[in-house]
C-alpha cells in the first residue's frame, strides 16, 4: 500500500482565494482525520469521519473551513476564503486499530 | 491545566547518553497512551504504544503511571538518528477522543 496519500503537497495562494487539499486514505482503514499543525498551537484535530461519515468537526476553525467525504477513497478539506492565519501543514491521517497513519502533508501558505 | 502537557524542550544531549522525557495528561477516563515521532518537516509515525505494565522496544522503553496521570520515554545509548520531535498521544475512549502533545524537541549532539 502507498499510505496515506496528500495532494497538492505545497500550496501557495493569494488571501480570500478558495484552497482544496486532498487526502486518499489507506484502503480498509475506517477512520479518517484532518489535523493542522503550527509552531504556535501544535498539531490539532480539525475534524474526523468514520465510514465516511462525520462524527467530530468541533475543531473546525470557523466556517470558512469545510470538510467532506464522499466515498472510502477520497476525502478533502476545503478554506474559503483563505487567510493569511489559515498558512499550516495540513495533514490527513488514517486509523488502523489504534495507530494513526499520517499523509506527507500539505505546506499552505495564504500570502 | 491542558488536556497533554509536555515540555517542549529542546533537550541537547550527547550522542550515547540516556534521556527521558514525561508527559501529563488531565483526563482520568484516559484509556490509551502512544508516541509518536516527528523528523523536520515530516509526518508523526507511531514509535510506540504505552502499555500499562510497562514496555520496551530495543533503547525505548516507555511507561504509564495511572495514579500520577503521566507517561514517558526513556531512550538509552542516543544515537544522532534520534534527534526528532517526540510526541505523546492520549486517546480517551469514552468520546474517541485522540489529543497530540505538542511535542518536546530533541538534540542529539555529536
Known amino acids: 500500500d502507498a499510505g496515506v496519500i496528500q495532494s497538492p503537497r505545497h500550496e501557495v495562494t493569494e488571501m480570500g482565494q478558495e484552497v482544496t487539499l486532498r487526502c486518499k486514505p489507506i484502503s480498509g482503514h475506517d477512520y479518517l482525520f484532518w489535523y493542522r499543525q503550527t509552531m504556535m498551537r501544535g498539531l490539532e484535530l480539525l475534524i474526523y469521519f468514520n465510514n465516511n461519515v462525520p462524527i467530530d468537526d468541533s475543531g473546525m476553525p470557523e466556517d470558512r473551513f469545510s470538510a467532506k467525504m464522499p466515498n472510502a477513497s477520497f476525502s478533502t478539506l476545503k478554506i474559503q476564503p483563505s487567510e493569511p492565519r489559515d498558512s499550516a501543514v495540513y495533514f490527513c491521517?488514517?486509523?488502523?486499530?489504534?495507530?494513526?497513519?499520517f499523509g506527507p502533508g500539505t505546506r499552505l501558505l495564504v500570502l | 491545566r491542558k488536556e497533554v502537557e509536555q515540555d517542549p524542550g529542546p533537550f541537547n544531549v550527547p550522542e550515547g547518553a540516556t534521556v527521558a522525557f514525561n508527559c501529563t495528561y488531565s483526563?482520568?477516563?484516559?484509556?490509551?497512551f502512544f508516541w509518536y515521532r516527528q523528523d523536520c518537516r515530516k509526518e508523526p509515525k507511531l514509535l510506540m504504544s504505552?502499555?500499562?505494565s510497562g514496555n520496551e522496544d530495543g533503547r525505548f522503553t516507555a511507561q504509564l503511571n495511572r495514579a500520577s496521570q503521566y507517561i514517558s520515554l526513556l531512550i538509552r545509548d542516543s544515537k544522532l538518528s534520534d534527534s526528532a520531535t517526540y510526541l505523546c498521544v492520549v486517546n480517551q475512549k469514552g468520546d474517541d477522543k485522540i489529543i497530540f502533545g505538542k511535542g518536546t524537541r530533541l538534540h542529539i549532539l555529536p
Open positions: 504505552v502499555y500499562s
Open positions: 491521517a488514517t486509523q488502523d486499530a489504534e495507530t494513526q497513519y
Open positions: 483526563n482520568s477516563a484516559s484509556q490509551s
